[in-house]
């Protein structure tokens, strides 16, 4: 990567204004009809897959 090029970084926010938003998303998940009666269940090993999808925001 040139130098010239600037790396992500964080940046200070605090003074700035708050502002109000709102998003809408819409997606389609295709999946084995075997994988979605086991979410459908509760019986993915790992746990609530439903639960952390929405946490997630997906």
Known sequence: MSESVE??????????????????AKAKVRMNPATLELIRRGGI??????TVAQTAGI
């Open 7 to 24: 790396r992500v970084h964080m940046v200070d926010v605090t003074t700035k204004a708050e502002t109000e938003r709102e998003a809408e």
């Open 45 to 50: 090993e790992k746990g609530d897959v439903l």
